[in-house]
């Protein structure tokens, strides 16, 4: 890596944050060894929106069986957005899934399928926010971009003792980043740094013996690490109602298409009473009979909010439904629905309540 226009102090550190990567890069299937050509764009802006509040592990069996079945930007622009979002399940915000979409579509129809390369272009793009349009454009094509995630965010607040509480502090962590990133290798040094966060400089238990920056961490030399980057009090959540309905026939369970818009929309789920963000379900049935109501079998922890979920069962033999939005499916192939996390913690909790 070129480091010859910083100063002496960032100089070291970006060296010696390089020459750790070279020796202990993880190996990621959407990543190249260290040095090597630059990845697959399609490759990098796909993983870098399945990891957006995600980690490396839950990412990696998405990511592979995303791009075995979509292998390129124009085979996903073609998928239909429900496959896609049933494919998705399981990774949580949902709205990464359908801009996923809408962002393939748009390279393949807008910019025959190509990639721009600058970070100010590639913001432009539908679900593509500023750290990710940065990565994207160092990574994938080794443009000078400065690249802060959560893992970098802790490590450069550490090196350098960034005090200033979060989310204000992000602005000094930023400038202090882009103190040492490189002029070329920017997209080599930022997974570098990525990796030391995640390995090393991790939230709990850092493991600053092996650090190799360890001698300039302003933190371990106020005897304070765990202390940056210094967050916010946390918020009480509040807590949710929700009524799931489980209608079965002939070994089939009714499902529902939620609505495009909103939490988890577009996907296929047990039908419920409306629940939202800001209230609680009105937990009527959609149709008369007789129920018998399971309370509060799941508990679910979305980012501002708790959920806690009753499942009505359906108990009569008769049954009419009489809308386009729902959907008979073999309970036998209900992996293959695609539910979202939380509905799917309900059936699983209805068929082993039934061994």
């Not at 690249?147 to 090196?159: C, F, H, M, P, S």
Request: proline share 7%; net charge neutral; charged share 25%.
């Amino acid at each position: 890596m070129a480091v010859d226009s910083l100063p002496a102090t960032a100089r070291k550190i970006t060296a010696n944050i390089g020459a750790h990567y070279v020796d202990k890069a993880r190996i990621l299937p959407w990543r190249s060894p260290p040095g090597s050509n630059l990845p697959d764009p399609y490759h990098v802006w796909l993983s870098e929106i399945m990891l957006q509040q995600t980690t490396v592990a839950a990412v990696k069996s998405y990511f592979e069986k995303f791009t075995r079945r979509w292998p390129t930007v124009a085979s996903l622009a073609q998928a239909r957005e429900a496959d896609v979002l049933a494919a998705w399940a399981g990774l949580g915000y949902y709205a990464r899934a359908r801009n996923l979409h809408r962002c393939s579509v748009y390279i393949t129809e807008k910019m025959d399928g190509i990639f721009p390369q600058k970070e100010s272009e590639l913001l432009k793009l539908p679900g593509v926010g500023a750290y990710t349009a940065a990565a994207i454009a160092a990574i994938a094509f080794g443009e000078r971009a400065v690249v802060v995630d959560a893992n970098i965010e802790r490590l450069v607040a550490r090196l350098f003792a960034i005090d200033t509480p979060l989310p204000k502090g992000k602005a000094e962590i930023r400038t202090a980043m882009d103190a040492i990133t490189p002029p070329e290798g920017a997209g080599d040094f930022a997974q570098a740094c990525m990796d030391m966060g995640a390995t090393i400089c991790t939230s709990k238990n850092p493991k600053c013996e092996i650090c190799p920056v360890l001698k300039y961490c302003a933190a371990h030399a106020l005897g304070n690490i765990e202390y940056f980057p210094v967050k916010p009090p946390k918020k009480a959540k509040p807590v949710r109602r929700a009524r799931f309905f489980w209608i079965e026939q002939q070994d089939r369970i009714l499902l529902a298409t939620r609505p495009p818009k909103g939490m988890l929309g577009g996907m296929r789920a047990l039908p419920d009473d409306g629940w939202a963000a800001g209230n609680d379900g009105h937990a009527k049935p959609p149709m008369a009979g007789e129920w018998r109501v399971h309370d509060n079998i799941v508990q679910h922890s979305f980012t501002h909010f708790s959920l806690e979920v009753d499942l009505a069962v359906y108990q009569d033999e008769k049954i009419v439904i009489n809308s386009d939005d729902n959907i008979w499916w073999a309970l036998d192939d209900i992996a293959e629905a695609g539910l979202p996390t939380l509905y799917a913690k309900a059936v699983k909790w209805k068929l082993k309540e039934e061994i």
